[in-house]
């Protein structure tokens, strides 16, 4: 398989007593070119397991192998894009496109590949300009745009749209899709918002919380472009939610439980 | 700078001077401690047109251009390990606090002692007013370099020593210019307690020497240059240079 996980676990702490298990028997499989999205409440380790592909998150057991190839340590055949844009504020929106490809290309093939990456997320005239210049959607843009630029086998997304405005995520949603259209790479999206898990993806994978794991596999076979009020897409939501509502009653129950406890 | 805002300095300015001329004219004080603004201004274009005041202010340029500089020297590198190494921190951090709250003046006599009489007394003094404070800033700004971008640039195959060069030290220019500003201020600062106490050429020295010689007129003058080439370079260098970069860093 192209991306598979096995029996993956993560603990954070050492010591037994404040030891803290965050999921444990994770098995995935995603094949190449797949858009496929994670959904859950938050705490439900989401986040974490996409970390863990990055390599940025140590694995406490179990493995992940991108084409047979442990991703305990971060690497260039992995791009990631976050929630906050993370661009360098020192480089230019070019620069910063340019900044994973400065050891392996030269200057002139760096400058040519940022700029085929630029045009693609529709920002080829921002490209002198310092990231305090844009707007927080165009921000997410270069992000996207440096994380392609690395040409990585599998392009993770952690919630990227999320702190952005309805309007602006909308369009970014479009622009996603045709680029993922365009260059077929694999596509691993953390999300909570049942909606962009399944306008967007191929297949959503919902996780549970306390502890974490995954409690449902949805393949979405439904035509693109996704209209919010297809009746198809109405159907797998409300399907969704259901699963994800009792989850998130499970988690509502225990912190109010915690609260009643009295302090002393 | 506005039109109005100009005039209004400028107004002030003018205000303070007639009020000096005032109390000189109505004869308060003796003339030989109260000179009037006139007796000073004369005395400033005099120490200028005998080259005198010149050949103090290069003396004093060139000590403290060589203190600074090795000030922002040691103060990086010491900014910098302490900043990187917790170990070291946790070692040696408190004390830096210590000796940046020891004031310059302080070190006057050691310098001496060590130096003797000479421009090197007044360089070490100098040296040791900027880098603890240069130290502590780099310490900050070492420190304050966002996770965030640490991971993104990790996520992109930087790491090590290429990651402390390509993003660590880039993220941390904004403060590194902070300490750049307070390194000079109190580099400055102990310029003129260490030329004070010095045999000269120096601006510092001109001043004790015209205290010695009861000339108020040259105590005053010295002390407006000193006030107006600080002033001028924290608004005119640091403190442009440091907003260029707070903006352009996203800091405000």
């Not at chain 1, 409440?41 to 397991?49: D, E």
């Not at chain 1, 400065?102 to 200057?107: A, E, M, N, T, V």
């Not at chain 2, 400028?10 to 109260?34: H, M, T």
Request: charged share 20%; proline share 4%.
């Amino acid at each position: 398989m192209f991306l598979s996980f096995e029996q993956v676990e993560k603990r954070f702490g050492t010591a037994p007593e404040n030891e803290f298990e965050v999921f444990s028997d994770i098995d995935l499989e995603i094949g190449e070119n797949q858009f496929v999205s994670i959904l859950g409440p938050s705490g439900c380790g989401k986040s974490t397991l996409l970390s863990m592909v990055a390599g940025l998150e140590d694995i406490s057991a179990g493995s992940i192998k991108l084409e047979g190839e442990e991703t305990d340590e971060p690497g260039t055949d992995r791009g990631m894009v976050f929630q906050q844009p993370s661009l360098f504020p020192w480089l230019t929106v070019r620069e910063n496109v340019m900044f994973p490809l400065k050891k392996k290309l030269s200057k002139r093939e760096a400058q040519e590949r940022a700029d085929h990456f630029l045009k693609m997320v529709h920002l080829s005239k921002s490209k002198s300009s310092y990231t305090y210049e844009l707007s927080g959607g165009m921000q997410q843009r270069v992000a996207i745009a440096r994380a392609l630029a690395m040409d990585p086998k599998v392009l993770l997304m952690d919630e990227p749209f999320g702190a952005l405005d309805e309007q602006t995520r909308h369009i970014l949603h479009r622009e996603l899709l045709s680029i993922w259209e365009d260059t077929k790479k694999t596509i691993l999206f953390v999300t909570h918002s049942i909606q962009e898990s399944i306008k967007l993806s191929d297949r959503v994978i919902v996780m549970g919380t306390r502890p974490g794991r995954i409690i449902a596999d949805f393949p979405v076979d439904i035509p693109r472009p996704r209209e919010r009020d297809d009746e198809r897409v109405i159907k797998l939501e409300k399907q969704v939610m259901e699963l994800l509502e009792k989850e998130i009653n499970k988690v509502l129950k225990e912190e109010l439980d915690n609260e009643s406890v009295p302090t002393s | 700078m506005s039109l109005s805002l100009l005039a209004k300095r400028v107004g002030f300015l003018v205000v303070v001077v007639g009020i000096w001329y005032v109390i000189f004219a109505l004869n308060v004080f003796e003339d030989i401690i109260f000179p009037s603004p006139w007796t000073v201004a004369a005395s400033l274009y005099e120490g200028f047109a005998s080259g005198d005041l010149i050949t103090a202010l290069g003396a004093s340029f060139r000590h403290l251009f060589s203190g600074l500089i090795l000030a922002i020297l040691f103060g990086t590198l010491l900014g910098v390990l302490l900043g990187k190494s917790r170990e070291a921190d946790e070692t040696a951090g408190m004390y830096l606090v210590a000796l940046q709250s020891i004031p310059s003046i302080v070190w006057v006599p050691l310098a001496i002692m060590i130096f003797g009489f000479s421009e090197a007394a007044v360089v070490f003094v100098v040296v040791l007013g900027g880098t603890f404070v240069m130290a502590l800033n780099v310490r900050s700004a070492i420190r304050s370099v966002s996770p965030q971008l640490i991971k993104a640039a990790r996520t992109m195959g930087v790491s090590g020593v290429s990651q402390f060069f390509r993003v660590e030290i880039p993220a941390s220019v904004p403060y590194f210019m902070s300490g750049l500003r307070l390194a000079w201020a109190f580099s400055w600062r102990a310029l003129m307690a260490g030329e004070l106490l010095s045999n000269g050429p120096g601006l510092g020295y001109s001043l004790r020497y015209a205290q010695d010689y009861a000339r108020m007129d040259q105590v005053i003058g010295i002390i407006i240059i000193i006030g107006v080439i600080g002033a001028v370079v924290d608004q005119v260098v640091f403190s442009k240079l440091e907003k260029n970069v707070m903006k352009r860093w996203g800091v405000l």
